[in-house]
């Protein structure tokens, strides 16, 4: 949950950004760009999502549940600040399972790394707000992010300075071209990573990952993440479904945006503890930004 | 479901593995697992939205004897019933079974309902205001009631699984306005609530001989403010209320202001107990409640992982048992958390207490916290150790408690304690017995 932000606000795209640079320039400049997507993407945006867990069996690559998924339902709303709009702020509410509704979470990330993450959350069985002290972030060891097999690592984003890369392979990737981007933590990433070694398959065209695969420390494949039902938003490519393969622990975790409004005008007041405690002027701001769901 | 032997989640493993490795020279290939996700439905949503509704049972065994047996049916509702305009109802009926400590007081089983929530609340511009029955947090440091009174905890609810309700709820009228950083928030209560045992009479032994007392008695009307300012890392509260106290205290009263003092009535009373043990004519015990000014600051700053949280406060005119003098009351309290690199949770607070009347035996109280947590297994199981020891009355206790989540409607929680009792007595709604365990299971939807 620290990393609430990112998984949130760039869901759909930070995955692709997770941990990209690029000594090599044309694998920097691809992830230059995708990088600016995301936070375009993330200015003024509002989603609605659920995130499904279950452990799977599979028969001749064909993966199914094997048990009942559980499902969270969130609502999030977020907003890039900053002079180059690296700055966030973001909202996340639970709507489903109902043990877990009203639970909302506020948190604001920095660009400036010497500047703590600043998060509250509002308990609803308490009606309290708590503030939390999460420092930065950067240094704690990767947790799941509501349950699911995402963690905070696979919602990170920005940590470009972290990562050795190479372009391994193009062409096409079912019906699309791509590049195959290999990514390797430098030492001061590996202290702190799950992986060894990250794959990332990217759409030449559209700039949107299509899959990614990790490995872990050992160099076993660890998980796999695809892609789909990339669509066209406001002249952004997103993918609305995702799904996470753990190949050893034999969960997945599925991420569907039901529904998405992108670029709209979201006050600041909005984010701000205002919004964890003030019911009605919560419903009544997002019942408007409702209303231009895609 | 069967659940799969550790041969076959091997097998599945490598086999997935493997296959993955067998291509590696060729990213191109499509080699990948394919899952249709078609198959998750999407929730949609429903006008039963609003609505939670949780089934529950605990039961907490002490040696030789049940101490706690409930079970209990909640039902919420909340949501938009008009543009600004929002609505929360949370109702529960509780059964205390025949064996529960709370039912043999009462001679039987029973039942009662207790409306927990049901407010309104109107938003226009930068105010809001809420109307009905709610609680009232006040307060950084968690386990102490510096400034943390207002709502104060209802001690016949089981404090370690519902949090929802431990609380006893107010009928008041709250405003708030906001600005991007600070907050101004009011309250005001016309008859306050402060018997936190409720449906549980409180009913003190002043001396051996003397008849018990019964200390029922209803407070008149409450109100305060805080101000609240929010600043990079930190925020800052400054508080004023005109509060009751929660606790009757048990006070003698005579007829006349002739004779002699409660102070020395009492004191005869226990040096002689003679046969009739009886409180001299003309005097009887009565309960009372302090009506006091409360003024308060807190503080939370967030430094890296670490959260200090400072709480200091000050109350006038509070009553001294069985006595005509009151005494001004100086609370502090200083606590941290600390969020280590791999996420466990540790938290500590000490809370200190002065009494400044010095014809009080024990004007001086601490009481010690210590807790850790950390989920593990996907959030599904939250492990957390708790220990408190107080000076005044003397106690100390440690709980382990361990909430698992079997899949999104069920789940359990289970819960040992140990305890010091030291001068707490048994029949005390703080800690059950020197050892006990509770279990509780609970289905939501």
Known sequence: MLKIKSFMLGTLCSLATLGLSASEQSGHAIMEKMDRQQREISDGTMMRMQLSTCKFGHKNKQISCVDTPRVKVLESVSKQYGPQKKDSKGISIVLEPASERGIGMLTYNYDDTTKDTESWLYLSALGKVKRMASGNGEDSEPVSVFGSEFTTEDMESGNTDEYTYQILQKGPFGDRNVWVIEAIPKPMRAAKTEYSKLLYWVDQERYTLLKAQTYDKRGKPFKQILFKDIEKINDYWLARDVTLINLQSQRLSNMKTESITMNVTVDDEFLTQRTLTDFAFREKTLEALRKNFQ | MKKPSTLHK????????????????????????????????????????????????????????????????????????????????????????????????????????????????????????????????????????????????????????????????????????????????????????????????????????????????????????????????????????????????????????????????????????????????????????????????????????????????????????????????????????????????????????????????????????????????????????????????????????????????????????????????????????????????????
Not at chain 2, 29 to 53: H, I, P, Q
Not at chain 2, 324 to 331: K, N, Q
């Open chain 2, 10 to 445: 091997f097998t599945t493993v490598t086999a997935l593995c493997c296959s993955l490795a067998a291509h590696a020279d060729d990213f191109l290939g499509g080699d990948d697992f394919a899952f249709d996700s078609s198959a998750l439905e999407v929730n949609e949503s429903s006008w039963t939205d609003g609505f939670k509704t949780a089934l529950e049972h605990s039961h907490t065994q002490i040696p030789g004897d049940a101490s706690r047996e409930q079970s209990s049916v909640r039902v919420v509702y909340e949501g938009n019933v008009a543009e600004g305009v929002y609505l929360k109802v949370d109702n529960r009926y509780r059964y205390f079974w025949h064996n529960d400590d709370l039912a043999e007081n009462r001679g039987d089983a029973y039942g009662h309902n207790k409306l927990q929530r049901a407010w309104l609340q109107y938003s226009r511009g930068a105010c809001s205001s809420t109307l009905g029955r709610q609680t009232l947090i006040w307060g950084t440091v968690e386990g102490t009631f510096v400034t943390d009174i207002v709502t104060p905890f209802d001690y016949t609810e089981q404090l370690l699984t519902d949090y929802g309700s431990v609380r006893l709820a107010q009928d008041m009228l709250v405003g708030e306005c906001f600005s991007s950083q600070s907050q101004l928030q009011v309250f005001y209560t016309p008859e306050a609530r402060t018997d936190i045992y409720q449906h549980h009479p409180l009913i003190v032994d002043i001396a051996p001989g003397f008849p018990r007392a019964r200390l029922d008695i209803d407070p008149e009307e409450e109100w305060g403010l805080r101000y609240k300012w929010l600043g990079d890392g930190y925020d800052l509260s400054l508080m004023y209320a005109r509060l009751y106290d929660n606790n009757p205290t048990p006070m003698l009263r005579g007829n006349s202001d002739a004779g002699p003092s409660p102070a020395d009535i009492i004191g005869g009373a226990l040096g002689q107990i003679t046969g009739d043990n009886a409180i001299p004519d003309g005097y009887r015990v009565e309960p009372a409640l302090a009506q006091f000014n409360l003024v308060g600051a807190a503080s939370a700053i967030a430094i890296g992982r670490l959260l200090l949280k400072v709480e200091a406060a000050y109350r006038s005119e509070q009553l001294i048992a069985f006595s005509d003098d009151t005494t001004e009351r100086y609370d502090a309290a200083v606590g941290f958390e600390y969020t280590t690199t791999s996420n466990h949770i540790i938290n500590a607070g000490i809370w200190g207490t002065h009494l400044s009347n010095d014809a009080i035996a024990v004007n001086d109280t601490q009481v010690l916290s210590l807790g850790w947590r950390k989920t593990f297994l996907n959030d599904n199981l939250v492990m957390s150790l708790l220990g408190n020891w107080s000076s005044n009355p003397r106690f100390a206790s440690a709980t382990i408690l361990a909430d698992y989540r079997w899949n999104d409607y069920w789940s359990t929680a289970f819960a040992i304690s140990a305890a010091d009792l030291g001068e707490l007595g048994e029949n005390n709604p703080i800690v059950a017995a020197e050892e006990s365990a509770t279990m509780s299971i609970k289905y939501e939807f």
